[in-house]
């Protein structure tokens, strides 16, 4: 069955101004195809996408980031559009803090939206707004008419949450070959989500379903707030959603860990796929970033 995917710019509630991103990365994400669990990832492409833009990549995070909790990174807002040119002429350690330099503001800002989210959505709730809490019931795929406004925002509260940024961190490297496959070279796919029309994505050279493709984006921005979305509204992460809640007053460091447990149905090898996410989290120390904010 296909499942359209309802997008953040519906009914109004496209980013928030306090975003100050350009207009071209301000994308709608509305299309006809489902957003689902991962896309395999096996194709891989050294061919750049046209019209790239370069990032500033003069200071690795790896420099100005700290494991530990002491200095939490700020992060400029500079936001790229697609994977740039330069990024694939590095290697190792290079590619990697290009990648980081590329995707993290991205999170950031994704994870922004997300709480202005939550604010609006307490602030329908105290201003008994119903007809708000009916909207932000639909983009989150929820049937609120049965329920009342304390059952619904509490719902809604439930779904409409960040994704911690080390997890995002690596399912983004796992997903697009750290930014070189031809999914995220060619369609700003940096998570490998399926759709199942021809015209919303890519083929993948093999595929169990001769009807899916890799879903494209008009920017790398798009590709992670789908991501999110998909995170916070699809059914295979209804425990993910659980487990995220339940850690919402304990400290965020480590809580990447705990919640990747829960995305095993994100791939096909399913218990392998948490492993490697597990082990890119720690290997790559992606917990230094847990608290990075945007300035």
Do not use: C
């Amino acid at each position: 069955m296909v499942i359209g995917f309802t997008g953040p710019g519906i009914f109004g509630l496209s980013p928030p101004q306090f975003l100050s991103l350009p207009a071209s990365l301000v994308t709608s994400e509305k299309t006809h195809s489902s957003d689902q669990t991962g896309a395999d990832q096996s194709d891989r492409s050294n061919s750049a996408a046209p019209n790239l833009d370069r990032p500033n990549l003069d200071q690795p995070y790896s420099d100005q980031a700290k494991s530990g909790v002491d200095a939490p990174l700020q992060v400029a807002r500079e936001f790229i559009n697609h994977i740039p040119e330069s990024h694939l002429g590095l290697a190792g350690s290079e590619q990697k803090d290009s990648f980081i330099r590329i995707v993290l503001p991205l999170i950031l800002a994704s994870n922004e939206e997300i709480t202005k989210r939550r604010e609006a959505i307490q602030r329908a709730f105290e201003n008994n707004d119903r007809a708000a809490l009916e909207k932000w019931a639909h983009l989150y795929k929820l049937g609120g008419s049965k329920l009342d406004n304390d059952a619904l925002t509490a719902r809604l509260l439930h779904r409409a949450d960040t994704v911690p940024v080390a997890l995002a961190l690596a399912q983004a490297a796992v997903e697009s070959g750290w930014g070189t496959s031809r999914f995220a070279l060619q369609g700003n796919a940096l998570f490998g989500q399926w759709a199942w029309r021809e015209h919303a994505g890519i083929r993948p050279l093999e595929a169990t379903n001769s009807r899916a493709v890799v879903r494209s984006f008009g920017t790398l921005l798009g590709s992670v707030r789908a991501y999110m979305h998909n995170l916070n509204t699809h059914y295979h992460y209804k425990e993910f959603r659980t487990s995220r809640a339940a850690l919402r007053d304990r400290p965020i460091i480590g809580e990447s860990k705990i919640l990747a447990k829960h995305l095993d149905r994100y791939a096909e090898i399913g218990d392998a796929y948490v492993k490697k996410l597990e082990t890119l989290i720690r290997v790559n120390d992606f917990s230094r970033f847990a608290l990075a904010s945007l300035n």
